[in-house]
């Protein structure tokens, strides 16, 4: 039987994040991913138009909120509701999360963020805020770096 463990669950979602965020400055500082708007932008932004609040929002959303309790939780209790800690379900679960994220929540970003066009180049406004054009459907618009590798 599978155990349900707090303190398991979130290093076990901090873990990942960690990696994540790393691979994606790798990517960015290597050019790979030109056309992405910073993810401070994306997240942070959200919740403030100033870019200096907004990426201080977004490392505290990406590495606690959804990284760390968000996304950690979720899985632990998948895993207990499942009573299965297999790889191959860790696997399914992340293909669905990605499918999931990539149908519908990137489509859905210009609806949800206030600071996201549609068609609009990432570009600033006055008093540094910031307004970047939609991912699409599994990212498709941001050039090369999607995990489909989408093209303009």
Not at 1 to 25: I, K, Q, S
Not at 67 to 81: C, D, E, K, P, S
């Amino acid at each position: 039987m599978v155990e349900f463990r707090v303190l398991a669950a979130l290093v076990a979602g901090f873990g990942p994040t960690v990696v994540m965020t790393v691979m994606m400055n790798g990517a960015k500082a290597s050019g790979m991913d030109e056309h992405m708007p910073p993810m401070s932008l994306v997240m942070g932004a959200m919740m403030s138009g100033n870019r200096r609040t907004a990426t201080g929002i977004r490392a505290m959303m990406h590495f606690v909120v959804m990284g760390t309790v968000i996304f950690g939780l979720t899985y632990a209790v998948l895993f207990t509701v499942f009573d299965n800690d297999a790889w191959w379900l860790g696997m399914f679960i992340g293909l669905m999360h990605g499918l999931i994220v990539g149908a519908v929540a990137m489509p859905m970003m210009p609806s949800v963020h206030p600071r996201m066009e549609r068609d609009a180049t990432s570009r600033s406004l006055s008093g540094g805020a910031t307004v970047t054009e939609e991912p699409a459907r599994y990212a498709l618009r941001l050039q090369g770096c999607s995990a489909v590798g989408g093209e303009r």
